[in-house]
């Protein structure tokens, strides 16, 4: 069964707002993996083993990918020796986190 996308990260995608985005907080910097490889990636990078429960949608260009925890928060986790008990916190909610997002182009 292929999983699908969480409803706030398809209707940012739906929106056309911009995939590369920056932050005020670290790590500074978001890009959207495109749509259509967001499954595809969630799986190369074994999440749901390495995090069960999260849900990957980014990277920070260094190392780390932005994903929604179980708990609905947005964290960021190392793409090497990915474990949630080292998540970084970077919004507690999804619409906290999307206002953050400033346009980088």
């Known amino acids: 069964m292929k999983p699908d996308l969480p409803s706030s990260i398809a209707a940012y995608y739906q929106s056309r707002k911009s995939l590369?985005?920056?932050?005020?907080?670290?790590?500074?910097?978001?890009?959207?993996w495109p749509e259509v490889?967001?499954?595809?990636n969630n799986a190369e990078y074994e999440v749901?083993?390495?995090?069960?429960?999260?849900?990957?949608?980014a990277t920070s260009g260094g190392g780390e990918m932005y994903a929604l925890s179980p708990l609905g928060k947005v964290v960021c986790l190392a793409f090497l020796g990915?474990?949630?008990?080292?998540?970084?916190?970077?919004?507690?909610?999804w619409s906290a986190f999307e206002g953050m997002l400033r346009d980088a182009l």
């Open 48 to 57: 749901p083993i390495n995090a069960p429960g999260y849900f990957g949608f």
């Open 82 to 93: 990915m474990s949630p008990h080292e998540e970084l916190v970077v919004a507690e909610s």
């Open 20 to 32: 590369v985005c920056e932050l005020g907080v670290q790590p500074w910097l978001c890009e959207f």
């Open 37 to 40: 490889e967001v499954i595809q």
